[in-house]
């Protein structure tokens, strides 16, 4: 058991100044702030710009979060890590971090789609303000160095990783932590025998889409990319453009119109121009089966693409954490942010991801250091 010490200096080491990253950092300034400890030295590294990657969130508006209310609601827009997220969430939720960021003077609106948005729509805006609230501390550094092994750490007291998934597997294996491999997640999939209208968006029932030069793009697309990650290539997706119930009225108002024409009032005329191989023959001719399968679009996706977000499924693996994200393999070591084994649809869940996990992780780093 490590020896508390008025005089130790702690040294805490947060690898990656990404937004989980910071906002660990922030969180842990502020609560030795609120206790009156000075006894320590924080320093976040990382090979690039802090906060790049927050820049392209939310196409550059920056989805801070979401306005979903409900614990459990939220958390089933994780593919992997919902579970573990019912704990993080009951002690820092999106209502939790908005407080955070209106105490840096960042206010915020709800999207109809119950996505919340900067009020500047700007994640720029977000990022400078992240970091002059990091600069009013004196006990802080950013350094730009590359960390990519435990011994690079070794003087320090306590660790917190919050690299993200791009590059970061050599690092995680030194501290013997186990992960899952990392994959592509919420990007746009390449589609075999590609007929399509490039360019054309689609608002289907179970999301919206683009057609791409080969493929689709969207929030629909990226949230088919999630839940399939593990699936080998070739796989099949199907797509419910409309409700045939809507068709069949539009066929009983006008029997004698072409099926063509009346599926160009459900869909895009172009897609329907794609795909219904029949378009003008008389509606009142045309077979239930075939009707049906002109609501349906059925997919087979040959790969990823590099359009999209991007996030990447895998990650530490977190059986291997206690609820604090702490190591229970390795002494003096957490996690939080896209290194975790948690990925989420598009929608701010990424991101609350990441403000949840740091503020555990901050809670727990200082707590460990405070009441030794």
Known sequence: MEQFCQDKIFKIAIVGAG?????????????????NFNNYFLTIFDKSQALRTLLVTGGGRCNITN????????????????KFLYSLFSRHFSFDSLDFFKSLGIDTYIQDDGRIFPKS????????????????????????????????LEKFDRIILACGSRGTQNLIKSFNQPFKPFKK????????????PKGVSVNSLDGAFVFTNDGISGPLAFKLSSINVDKPF??????????????????????????GNLVSKLIPKSLAFAIVDDYNKKCCEVSKEKLISYSVLNLDVISNSNLGEIVNSGGVELNSLDKNCKSKVSDNLWFCGE?????????????????????VVANDVVYSIINK
């Open 339 to 359: 290194i975790l084994d948690i990925d989420g649809f598009c929608g701010g869940f990424n991101l609350q991801n990441c403000w949840s996990s740091a503020y």
């Open 19 to 35: 937004p989980s990253g910071i906002y660990c950092a922030l969180n842990i300034l502020k609560k030795f702030q609120e206790r």
């Open 234 to 259: 070739p796989y099949s997706i199907s797509i419910r453009l409309f409700n045939i119930d809507d068709l069949y009225s539009l066929i009983k108002e006008n029997p004698k119109k072409s099926i």
């Open 121 to 152: 729509n700007s994640a720029k805006d977000v990022k400078d303000k992240l970091l002059t609230a990091l600069f009013r501390y004196k006990n802080v550094k950013l350094e730009n160095k590359d960390i990519k092994d435990k011994k690079d």
């Open 185 to 196: 997640a919420l990007c746009a999939l390449k589609i075999d025998n590609f007929i399509y």
């Open 67 to 82: 306005s979903i209310s409900d614990i459990k609601e939220f958390a089933s827009n994780y593919p992997r890590g919902e």
